[in-house]
């Protein structure tokens, strides 16, 4: 209950200005707003200097819905779940870990740069996807992929991106 009454209080804290950007949207390029499902808050969350940045392994605290992972090269990390999709060389990687849910759900992975993810709720498997969405020309937000999730700790294992850094999220689906 802890978890979704603190992802409850961060969404309202932001709604605001997610409504405000919605209206004011002529500063949002239109690819931004063309998702299969709106990532407004997600772009409020993504562009809040108070993100925090933590390093691959980390577990996110209860009360923040993502976080910035800091990625190392691929090659250098240890995935518990092996990539269901081989990274590319010269590529970067990470593992961010999220507490157990209190309610389980349709939830949304929302990552700011190209890259791949798996997530594990039992740590040795991946679960599907039920949709994703994708937008190369957003700069803020590169995809959204939605996961039936239980009410255990989830782990984000990230591959094959080009930068040392990406901003990750989950929230509820809307």
Do not use: H, N
Request: glycine share 8%; proline share 10%.
């Amino acid at each position: 209950m802890r978890r979704a009454a603190a992802i409850g209080l961060a969404l309202l804290a932001v709604a605001g200005d997610a409504r405000a950007q919605e209206a004011g949207s002529a500063g949002i390029p239109p690819a931004c707003t063309a998702f299969d499902w709106s990532l407004m808050r997600e772009l409020a969350w993504f562009s809040a200097s108070s993100l925090a940045e933590l390093a691959s392994g980390a577990t996110v605290a209860p009360d923040m819905p993502g976080a910035v992972l800091k990625l190392r090269p691929d090659a250098e990390v240890a995935f518990p779940v092996p990539p269901s999709r081989a990274p590319a060389p010269g590529t970067y990687g990470g593992i961010l870990r999220f507490p157990a849910l209190t309610m389980p759900g349709l939830y949304q992975v929302t990552l700011s740069e190209d890259a791949w993810i798996d997530v594990s709720q039992d740590g040795q498997t991946t679960r599907p996807p039920t949709a994703f969405t994708v937008r190369r020309d957003c700069p803020t937000i590169r995809k959204s992929v939605r996961y039936q999730f239980g009410t255990t700790p989830i782990l984000i294992e990230v591959s094959g991106a080009k930068r040392d850094t990406i901003r990750i999220a989950i929230a509820p689906a809307e």
